[in-house]
């Protein structure tokens, strides 16, 4: 498992962005895959996740503003982040898990301006 996330930049708030992490690896259809964020002087969270069977959650304060999804065809895990706030501010790591084992990418950062 190799990740490697895109799509971060600068928006204003209400404003979208899309992410995406392609994982270089074999296999992709039998991993869980997420999205985990961490702001300044704060702890990594959890954002989203979808499984290998496609079902998804979701962190409170991103629900019914936030959608994962995945193209196994791609190898890639989309993040649809809309309605941004400045509290969305973080750097965002895409992450697998497969067999029980954690991958990590190396993040890609996403500042909302209010």
């Known amino acids: 498992v190799q990740l490697q996330a895109s799509g971060g930049g600068l928006v204003q708030s209400g404003g979208s962005l899309r992410l995406s992490c392609v994982d270089s690896?074999?296999?992709?259809?039998?991993?869980?895959m997420g999205w985990y964020r961490q702001a300044p002087g704060k702890e990594r969270e959890l954002v989203a996740i979808i499984t290998s069977g496609g079902s998804t959650n979701y962190a409170g304060s991103v629900k019914d503003r936030f959608t994962i999804s995945r193209d196994n065809a791609k190898n890639t895990v989309y993040l649809q982040m809309n309605s941004l706030k400045p509290e969305d501010t973080a750097v965002y790591y895409c992450?697998?898990?497969?067999?029980?084992?954690?991958?990590w990418g190396p993040g890609t950062l996403v500042t909302v301006s209010s």
């Open positions: 992450y697998a898990v497969r067999l029980g084992l954690s991958y």
């Open positions: 690896g074999r296999q992709f259809s039998e991993n869980g």
